[in-house]
């Protein structure tokens, strides 16, 4: 079983940045590559960055790619996603998710979510 705990959400101006953060529980950590979604509002979630359980792979959606970087720290047990350059259109609930595969469509735990507003 794995806990995930999000942080770092906010109310923000078009071009500024965030970090948001998610800290799991457990031991396992390491064994797990780590997603963050989204979810607007009226929209359904989607897809923003992976990582692999130990750092080496990352990949990212379209719309975030060189704006955005996943990052990891085990010794922490947390996943990071740097965001930069935001806009309005990156307003949404960041939800944290852990999978045993790094390329597994179908997540085997989420966290609650933590809100990025973005004004114009």
């Known amino acids: 079983q794995v806990q995930l705990v999000e942080s770092g959400g906010g109310l923000v101006q078009t071009g500024d940045s965030l970090r948001l953060s998610c800290a799991a529980s457990g031991r396992t950590f390491s064994s797990y590559a780590m997603g963050w979604f989204r979810q607007a509002p009226g929209k359904e979630r989607e897809f923003v960055a992976r990582?692999?359980?130990?750092?080496?792979?990352?990949y990212y959606a379209d719309s975030v790619k060189g704006r955005f970087t996943i990052s990891r720290d085990n010794a922490k047990n947390t996943v990071y996603l740097q965001m930069n350059n935001l806009k309005p259109e990156d307003t949404a609930v960041y939800y944290c998710a852990a999978v045993r595969r790094f390329t597994s469509p179908v997540y085997d735990y989420w966290g609650q979510g933590t809100q990025v507003t973005v004004s114009s």
């Open positions: 990582i692999s359980n130990l750092g080496f792979s990352t």
